[in-house]
């Protein structure tokens, strides 16, 4: 197997699960009601988690130790894509991205389950249980508020056309896709991409909303490669001020 | 968290002289049986109006409690630190909802709780109208904080009122856990590169006042709540809980090393008795009144939580909307 391959795979997805935890766990005192709040901490703690867990495979293979890795690049080492490193916004546009990214995520980790390489498939299947309860929660709210009341339908609506070419920014190709693909590490992200777009139609469906016509949109492609949007760099200097003032220490 | 200093409705001479003697002595007989009183139980207007008063500004402390050091989670060093602080006030604002759950049972909903929190008309505790400037900060609040609510909060675990003392016994075991997080992070910090004890140090110093507040008001000028007391509404005196405290935290911190910036704390071996300087009232009753450095930061990042949030829970009450339960 390519390492270099690997590699790129697993910080791909060790930066997405560490960048949108910490996003979520954003939310914390500030949520539309207690039982929000308490929902994206949880879902932070199992994204922080996971990034932790393929952080350690890395380490593994090579790459500094965990914490370093997190705490010590700048934005434009990091490979998670775009849409993960958006603020927050309303409440409106955290869920649609909480939507859109779980369900590929869940998509993925169930993917990966059936890898060859035997560090990923063992993660990725313990990884899956955890992701399904994100997903559930996803699904109940976008059903619930994308058919509840004008307000609620138009925020989800305007989110959702806002987040579309960022969510489609997740399945840039990686330069390295035909030796994952031929390799049995990784089915690749044009199989994930299909599949992501027929369960969230199936969701969007059960809503008022109306899906984007995908094909006429340009995807946010880039932060694969380290390309990233002016908001990146500010949440890692926030993550890293502590850890900066002495990154010898033992905190 | 949360600690003494309650504020509690002023008592009318004639509130008692209102109800059913009959009543009012069985009920008074099955606190001294140690009985708990459930919401259905018959209890005493004042009772009922307390104990929502107390439950409330509890709830208040915890989702309130959980702004000084959510600020740090995003900037807890590392991912071990990172994942406990979320999980730590995670549980804070789950205690919120424990606790709201508590007082609606006595006839209040939680929407007109936090109608009260927002304009001010209810309190919460005033430790949280201080900023956590630094990470040492917040490690001394996990520690020392809640530490704090946990002598107050295991002497009410054995009060009257049925649904708060078990909420308070969940609360307390999750408690705990924050008590051992918080002085973990305290020890690395107080055994540490100078930067990290200069850190630490500096923390103790700011926060030690506030400390000495959080169990509110000395006995000697505090109202009189010997009615309360009767009724296992309030469990143990101010000045209890913080010798307890002192008792079982000063000679920990000393042991790291840490120096408590009060020259005359010390323990009277005779008496057995923490002495110390006495804790400055007035500004405790100025912060507590609405004019601390954190008061208006912290009910305006409630407030506007509160008015961002409206659609979603407008949302939840649409007809077409089958009511959520959230799995996460
Ligand atoms: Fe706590
Ligand atoms: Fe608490
Ligand atoms: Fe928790």
Redesign the interface.
């Known amino acids: 197997m390519n390492t270099e391959a690997l590699k790129e795979l697993l910080y791909k997805i060790a930066d997405d699960q560490l960048i949108l935890g ?1 996003r979520n ?2 939310w ?12 994206f ?5 199992d994204k ?2 996971q990034s ?1 867990q393929f952080y350690k495979i890395l380490n593994e293979l090579g790459e500094s130790d ?2 370093t890795v ?2 010590m690049r700048n934005a434009d080492q990091f490979h998670n894509c775009q849409f993960v490193e958006l603020p927050n916004g ?2 409106d546009f955290s869920l649609i991205r909480h939507f859109l990214f779980d369900t590929a995520e869940l998509i993925r980790f169930t993917m990966l389950a059936d890898s060859t390489y035997e560090p990923i498939s063992q993660l990725a299947k313990k990884i899956r249980g955890e992701v399904k ?2 997903t ?2 996803a699904n ?2 976008i059903k ?2 994308g ?3 004008p ?2 339908i138009q ?1 989800l609506q305007d989110s959702l056309n806002q987040a579309m070419p960022y969510a489609l920014g997740i399945f840039e190709p990686s330069p390295f896709e035909d030796d994952l693909i031929s390799s049995g590490t990784f089915v690749g992200e044009k199989a994930l991409e299909s599949e992501w777009k027929k369960q969230i139609k199936e969701i969007i469906d059960q809503t008022e909303l109306d899906l984007p016509d995908m094909d006429s949109l340009t995807p946010a492609f880039g932060g694969r490669s380290g390309n990233h949007t002016e908001h990146l760099q500010p ?1 890692l200097d ?2 890293s ?3 900066r ?2 990154p010898t ?3 | 968290m949360y600690g003494g200093g309650n504020v509690f409705e002023a008592m009318k001479a004639t509130a008692l002289a209102e109800e059913d003697p009959q009543k009012l002595a069985e009920f008074e007989a099955r606190i001294d049986r140690g009985e708990k009183i459930e919401p259905k139980d018959w209890m005493p207007q004042l009772y009922r109006k307390q104990l929502i008063r107390m439950i409330e500004q509890h709830a208040h402390s915890e ?1 309130i409690g ?2 000084p050091e ?1 600020t ?8 071990k ?3 406990a602080l ?2 730590k ?2 549980d804070e ?2 205690h ?2 424990l606790l ?1 759950s508590a007082a609606e049972t006595l006839g209040k909903s939680r929407e007109q709780m936090i109608d009260d929190l927002i304009t001010g008309k209810s309190k919460y505790s005033n430790i949280f109208n201080y900023p956590a400037f630094t ?1 040492a900060d917040s490690c001394f609040i996990s520690w020392l904080v809640d530490a704090g609510a946990i002598v107050n909060q295991v002497a009410n675990s054995k009060g009257s009122y049925g649904p708060y003392c078990r909420a308070l016994e969940r609360i307390c075991a999750e408690e705990s856990f924050h008590l051992k997080y918080g002085h973990h ?1 305290v020890i ?2 107080a055994t ?2 100078k ?2 004890r200069e850190m630490m140090q500096a923390a103790v110093n700011r926060w030690w006042a506030p400390m000495m507040h959080f169990f509110g008001p000395s006995d000697k000028i505090s109202v009189h709540s010997e009615i309360l007391m009767r009724w296992k509404v309030k469990m143990a005196s101010n000045d209890e809980c913080r010798q307890q405290f002192l008792d079982m935290y000063v000679p920990k911190i000393w042991e790291l090393g840490l120096t408590v910036p009060d020259e005359n704390l010390k323990k009277n071996q005779e008496t057995g008795q923490w002495e110390f300087t006495e804790p400055d009232w007035e500004e405790f009753k100025r912060v507590i009144n609405g004019d601390g450095p954190c008061n208006k930061e912290r009910l305006a ?1 409630r407030r ?2 509160e008015e ?9 009450l ?1 007809p ?3 009511y ?1 339960t ?3």
């Open positions: 910490h766990s954003e914390t005192g500030f949520g539309p009601l207690l039982e929000e709040d308490i929902a901490s949880s879902m932070a703690q922080v988690g932790w965990p914490d997190a705490f309303e409440y309860y994100h559930m929660h109940i709210w619930q508020l058919s509840a009341t307000e609620s925020r949440l926030e993550m001020e502590v850890f003032v002495d220490a033992d905190w | 989702i959980a702004l959510g740090w989670i995003t900037r807890a060093p590392g991912f630190r990172k994942l979320m999980a006030v995670q604002v789950g919120a909802q709201y990470w992070c690395h910090l540490g590169t930067k990290q990042v506007t939580a961002r949030g409206r659609w979603v829970r407008e949302a939840l649409a077409k909307a089958k959520v959230p799995l996460a």
